[in-house]
């Protein structure tokens, strides 16, 4: 079982930046491809960034290219999103996935919320 726990969200300004960070429990960590989802209200769960277990190829939602950017530090079983240019409809609750062994597992999520 893998423990997710997100930190990092808040309430900012349209333009500004934040970073979100999601620590894992599991001493294999650096097996996992990494994730984070977000969810606004009313909406669907949606993918916004990954990262892969081996050489850390990364891949982004269009909605989110050039303005987030995801990395993971292995030796301290974390995974970070950056998130610079903030828009109002960037406003969710974001979600850190883990998956790996055929297994996906979930953090609590992290509320971020973009005032105009």
């Known amino acids: 079982q893998v423990q997710l726990v997100e930190s990092g969200g808040g309430l900012v300004q349209a333009g500004g930046s934040l970073t979100l960070a999601c620590a894992a429990s599991?001493?294999?960590?650096?097996?996992?491809?990494m994730g984070w989802f977000r969810q606004a209200p009313g909406k669907d769960r949606e993918f916004v960034a990954g990262i892969r277990w081996n050489f850390g190829s990364t891949s982004y939602a269009d909605s989110v290219k050039g303005r987030f950017t995801i990395a993971r530090d292995n030796a301290k079983n974390t995974v970070y999103l950056q998130m610079n240019s903030l828009k109002p409809e960037d406003t969710a609750a974001y979600y850190c996935n883990a998956y790996a062994f055929s297994r996906n597992y979930w953090g609590q999520g992290t509320q971020v919320t973009v005032s105009s």
């Open positions: 599991t001493r294999t960590f650096s097996n996992y491809a």
